[in-house]
């Protein structure tokens, strides 16, 4: 599967847009970007996936990039509860399923 | 999102002794369950991956006969750490996706195992 490179980690102020910056330049046609996040000793969350049209649900909003080499989570409102490490994964959905290969994510602080 | 548990959520146990986590997919049937550990500071490594009625295949490095798992129904997978050592506390993780649908993982709560 692809790497990913993101930044080690971020601040953000509650109440205000978090967005969280993910390089995938070497991902695949048929590889998707997952995003999920793990707050401080718990498994890690499913926070949203896609494959080249940008997203949004619930939790968050995905804007993939044209040429797919890079994508941006958005967390429209930070809250405090945000704070966590926030993992960008690429990998082929319905393949080697195992392959969630997890990179060192960005840290995100929502100050208050 | 799917629910996966996981039992217990912490344990301490003397070293020699062997531990029993067990991971089950509460809402759906999962054929293929996977099992990550993560130390301190660290990221989640995959250590293996268990099939419902088959053998579990192991990443590289990870010993199998101190790592049991056993996969015995679409809804249950169990990690023994048998002799644990205090170099095997960690936390350990467990995910799995639906047979039929989403390919999307989902993870269990994880398991802070202490060995002394």
């Known amino acids: 599967d692809a790497k990913t490179t993101q930044p080690t980690s971020m601040d953000c102020a509650e109440g205000r847009a978090a967005n969280l910056p993910c390089n995938h330049s070497t991902i695949s046609g048929n590889e998707y970007v997952y995003w999920y996040r793990q707050i401080h000793s718990q498994g890690p969350q499913y926070i949203i996936h896609?494959?080249?049209n940008n997203e949004t649900n619930e939790m968050a909003s995905l804007i993939i990039t044209e040429d797919r080499k890079s994508s941006t989570l958005i967390l429209p409102h930070a809250t405090l509860r945000d704070t966590a490490v926030y993992y960008c994964?690429?990998?082929?959905?319905?393949?080697?399923?195992?392959?969630?290969?997890f990179g060192k994510g960005t840290k995100l602080s929502v100050k208050p | 999102g799917a629910v996966v548990s996981q039992h217990p959520s912490w344990v301490i146990c003397k070293s020699g002794t062997s531990v029993k986590i067990e991971c089950r997919s509460l809402d759906f049937q999962a054929t293929t369950m996977f099992w990550y550990r993560q130390f301190p500071k660290q990221s989640l490594m995959l250590m293996a991956t268990s099939n419902e009625g088959s053998k579990a295949t192991y990443e590289q490095g990870v010993e199998k006969d101190k790592f049991l798992i056993n996969h015995a129904s679409l809804t249950l997978s169990t990690l023994t750490v048998t002799s644990a050592h205090p170099e095997d506390s960690s936390f350990y993780i467990c995910s799995t996706f639906p047979a039929s649908g989403s390919y999307t993982q989902y993870f269990g709560p994880g398991t802070r195992l202490t060995v002394l």
């Open positions: 994964i690429v990998r082929v959905a319905g393949g080697s399923q195992g392959n969630l290969i």
């Open positions: 896609g494959l080249k």
